[in-house]
């Protein structure tokens, strides 16, 4: 859709954004609990962490991120 030159992770079993940080204490309407925090992680070409944003907003998220990348 976005007409991305690379590929993205399907996380069926979170374990994936357990390790980036991706996964944790959430609040919402006054209740606590796990789930994602929306979050973008950016590898590098030799599998460094480039860049690491998380409880972004999901509005201009991408425009944003093409500016800067």
Same mark, same amino acid.
């Given at each position: &859709?976005?007409?991305? /030159?690379?590929?993205?992770? /399907? ?14 204490e959430k609040k919402n309407y ?8 929306? /979050? ?7 599998g460094k962490v480039a860049l690491?944003?998380? &409880?972004?907003r999901a509005t201009g998220h ?8």
């Open positions: &859709n976005e007409d991305l /030159s690379f590929p993205l992770l /399907s996380d069926a079993d979170h374990a994936v954004a357990e390790a980036y940080g991706a996964w944790g006054g209740r606590t609990y796990e789930g994602l925090i929306r /979050s973008t992680v950016v590898i590098d070409p030799d690491a944003q998380y &409880n972004v991408v425009a944003k991120l093409r500016r800067d990348l």
